[in-house]
């Protein structure tokens, strides 16, 4: 069956350091990937959108890659602040328009 | 700015109750969806709509009717609510397009309590 694993376990960073959160998946063969932002009681916020041809996309101080052959995407924010405090969901495209959503993983970064 | 509006932030209903939730978005979007998003389960779909009265099931659609009557808005309809159907139940939107789809636009979310 298809699976998306994010890890499940919050991310505790310094402010200032690289974040790397982890997106892996199994019996997909997404055309896209996309990350979102989801802050407490709030809807999630798109962030990026990658493509299956596409190593890596830039977006201010944040990355993202996708290897298609290792089935995973990396997200990463460079300069973490407090603010980037969140849980941070990927999406792979499914069939027509649907996306299915990892589980997110909260990312905590403290000053 | 695009804008997805919910009906409720909070709504508490009693088992057996015929709960409507809606939803209402602004940027004239072909595709509207509808999830509950629960601890440790995440974002589920429960119906998506691709045109208006168009709609597919998603990966949950048991127990949960959708109405799309007019291209901005979209209803998600509890028949008869159940206490397993409590959960954050968030609507979304986006471009159609076909294979080229485009991200999605969240409302706020409707947290749904069945007692």
């Known amino acids: 069956s298809q699976k998306i694993e994010q890890n499940s376990e919050a991310l505790n960073i310094q402010e200032g350091k690289t974040a790397t959160l982890t997106c892996n998946y199994t019996?997909?063969?997404?055309?896209?990937l996309q990350w979102y932002r989801q802050d407490p009681g709030r809807g999630p916020v798109f962030l990026l959108l990658i493509r299956e041809n596409e190593k890596e996309k830039r977006k201010e101080r944040l990355k993202v890659t996708f290897d298609t052959t290792l089935k995973q995407s990396l997200f990463h924010i460079t300069a973490s602040q407090p603010a980037d405090s969140a849980t941070y969901l990927c999406a792979l495209h499914n069939a027509g328009n649907m996306l299915t959503f990892g589980g997110g993983t909260r990312l905590m970064v403290k000053p | 700015d695009v804008k997805v509006t919910q009906s409720s932030r909070y709504l508490v209903k009693r088992t057996g109750e015929k709960v409507f939730l809606e939803c209402v978005q602004d940027?004239?979007?072909?595709?509207m969806f509808w999830y509950r998003q629960d601890p440790g389960l995440g974002l589920r779909l429960i119906y998506f709509?691709?045109?208006?009265?168009?709609?597919e099931k998603g990966d949950i659609p048991e127990g949960y009717s959708v109405s799309r009557e007019k291209k901005e808005r979209f209803s998600l309809i509890l028949e008869s609510a159940s206490t397993n159907q409590t959960s954050m139940y968030l609507c979304a939107s986006s471009f159609g397009g076909g294979y080229s789809s485009y991200e999605q636009y969240f409302g706020p979310g409707t947290r749904l309590t069945v007692t």
């Open positions: 940027m004239d979007h072909e595709n």
């Open positions: 019996n997909y063969s997404p055309a896209y």
């Open positions: 709509s691709y045109d208006v009265k168009m709609k």
